[in-house]
Structure formats: C-alpha cells, structure tokens
C-alpha cells in the first residue's frame, strides 16, 4: 500500500465552525499570543490561560468532523494514511482516521506541571484549582509557543518514506511544523488544498478550494491512482 502523508492546520477545522488564527477574525485577532499562549502568560494569568483553553475546548468539543475529515478516513482503505496535524482538536479521530499525531497538543489532555509525563484526560474546564493524583497542578496539554515541539522528530520521519504529502489549511507560518513539507522525498507528489494558498517550500499541486469541497476531490483522484 503506498502512504500519504496529510499535514492539516487550522483551514481543515474552519469548515467545521473553529476558528482559524490568522485569517480575519481569526484568534490571534481576539487575543495577544504573549497572553494565552506562552509559558510567561501561564505563570503570569493562569486564568485568562485557562479560560482561553476552556472556550476552545468547548467550542471543540460542539464540533462535527466535514467532508474533509470524512474522506481522510475513506482514503484509508486505499494507502496507509498518517495525519500529522498542528490542530487541537479531535475531529480526526472523531472522524475516524487511525493514525493521528499531534504536533501542538490536545485540547481534551491536561498534564502535570510537576512531571509533563503525567497526561490526562480533560474534556471539562480546567480550572486553577484542579490537580492530579499527588496534588500538583495542572496545566493545558498544549505545545505554547517557545516550548519543544516533542512529537516532530516523531513526524520527520513519517514524512520521509511518504508517497503523497497533501497539506491541508496550514499558512504554514508556524515551525517546525511549516517545515515538514521539506523532509518528503523528492518524488513524493505533494498537494496543497487551501482557499488562500500561501507559497510552500517546493513544488506543490495546488487545490485552490476549502477542506470540505477540495479534499474529498482529491481524495477520489488519489483512490483512482492507487
Ligand atoms: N479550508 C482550507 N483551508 C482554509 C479554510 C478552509 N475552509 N479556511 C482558511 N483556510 C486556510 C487559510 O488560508 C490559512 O492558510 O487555513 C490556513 C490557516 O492558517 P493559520 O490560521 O495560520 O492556522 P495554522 O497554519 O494551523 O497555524 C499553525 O499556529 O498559532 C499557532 O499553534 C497554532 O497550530 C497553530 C499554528
């Protein structure tokens, strides 16, 4: 079975009703990422985090997986399909896909603030006051900016024996994750499905379409090539 790769950013979730972050009305329009989304904002407004991550999780969590997520899964039955994706959310696995690495974390784990091995499940609000089993602190299982992105060794090397890479509603502006798309083999077709297609780091087809209508499409064209 041949594989494909799928590196998915906020665009694939937009379709669903998330918000994205850069594009209008995006979140980093409603909030300053040095006060949500850093270790420094964390020690310095716990709650304004928390309650950043209570939203998303809930606004998540009302989510339906779309089209896009949905034929993900129908690829299935015709390549080996890794999703590495830099979104929060569950509505990969939701969907069903089997193989779903996060690059930035998951809204519905917390860990210790003591031992970032101690992950749990959350799918409530976190609030300052909650801990686990030994009475530590607990923070959101998020990957903030200015931290190691641990899982991206881990997605290297997926992309390097893929046959197909299709990106997927990233503006990819964010690294590590822009810069997978370099890691896959020089024959590997490479697709890029986005409204608003930012210029990748090497020769990409791209789709000129949301999620829900351009991944399905070509979903079918790569299940005809299989
Ligand atoms: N379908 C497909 N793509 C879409 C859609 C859609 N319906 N709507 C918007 N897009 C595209 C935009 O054109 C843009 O290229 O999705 C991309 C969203 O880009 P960003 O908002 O920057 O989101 P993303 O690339 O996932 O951000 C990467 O930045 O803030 C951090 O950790 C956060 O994981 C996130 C990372």
């Not at 990422?33 to 998540?60: G, H, I, K, S, W």
Request: charged share 25%; proline share 6%.
């Amino acid at each position: 079975m041949k594989k494909c790769v799928v590196l998915s950013g906020a665009g694939i979730s937009a379709d669903s009703g998330l918000k994205t972050f850069r594009d209008a009305g995006g979140l980093w329009e409603g909030y300053k990422v040095t006060d949500v989304c850093t270790p420094e904002a964390f020690a310095r407004n716990p709650d304004l985090v928390l309650d950043f991550y209570n939203m998303r999780r809930q606004q998540a969590n009302q989510a339906m997986p779309n089209a896009a997520h949905e034929a993900l899964v129908r690829l299935e039955s015709y390549y080996h399909v890794q999703i590495i994706t830099q979104n929060v959310d569950d509505l990969h696995e939701r969907a069903g896909s089997s193989h779903v690495l996060h690059l930035h974390g998951e809204l519905n784990k917390v860990r210790s603030c003591v031992d970032e091995n101690e992950i749990l499940v959350w799918t409530g609000d976190l609030k300052r006051s909650d801990t686990d089993g030994k009475g530590h602190p607990l923070r959101p299982h998020i990957v903030w900016f200015g931290e190691e992105v641990p899982a991206f060794p881990h997605a290297v090397e997926q992309v390097r024996d893929a046959d197909v890479v299709m990106v997927v509603g990233t503006s990819l502006q964010v690294y590590p994750a822009a810069s997978l798309l370099e890691f896959a083999p020089p024959q590997a077709e490479c697709y890029l499905v986005d409204p608003n297609p930012r210029q990748a780091g090497r020769m990409v087809e791209v789709v000129p379409k949301k999620a829900k209508d351009g991944v399905p499409t070509l979903v079918e064209e790569l299940i005809r090539r299989a």
